[in-house]
């Protein structure tokens, strides 16, 4: 039997190599170094101020009796369920709770901003599981109409 002859390795293999490596240690070591983390008072402040001319066009024109079939459709209430399990924090006394969750926001912000931007603040005791992208699924109607909803639960 005879010996089988060596492969060349070409050079734009080895880069090839060389850069697919160094591209996925980058990436681990961004996974690693990267925590989630609750932003500053200050950037809270700046915030609030951004979200007050929108949260308050949304409430003048959120209809809470259009949301119930919005929860189903964006499946909100398989994470958010009243009692029971839950992956993420509950609607109960939603407006008492978000009012008080993450000052100076209020509580129209706080859920305004959950919905949006669910990275932006995460609760204690909860994986950051809520979809990234119900700002560009959900309409300004829409987003309006959950908005009102749930401000107005009762507790």
């Known amino acids: 039997m005879q010996n ?3 492969v060349a390795v070409t050079a734009p293999v080895i880069i090839a190599v060389v850069l697919l490596i160094t591209a996925a240690v980058a990436f681990f070591a961004t996974l690693l170094i990267f925590s989630p983390s609750n932003p500053t008072e200050e950037a809270t402040s700046q915030l609030a101020d951004d979200y007050a001319e929108v949260t308050d066009r949304l409430l003048a024109i959120g209809d809470a ?3 119930e079939p919005l929860l189903e459709k964006y499946a909100c209430i398989a994470c958010h369920r ?3 399990e839950r992956v993420a924090p509950p609607w109960e006394n939603v407006p008492n709770i978000a009012a008080d969750r993450r000052p100076p926001l209020t509580a129209a912000e706080y859920v305004y901003e959950s ?3 669910p990275g932006a603040y995460l609760v204690e005791g909860y994986p950051p599981s809520m979809p990234q992208d119900y700002a560009g ?3 300004e109607q829409e987003i309006a109409d959950v908005l009102v909803y749930l401000l107005n639960s009762e507790p």
């Open 65 to 67: 009796s259009r949301a």
């Open 82 to 84: 009243l009692g029971g």
């Open 4 to 6: 089988p002859k060596p």
């Open 137 to 139: 699924r959900m309409s």
């Open 115 to 117: 919905i949006i931007h």
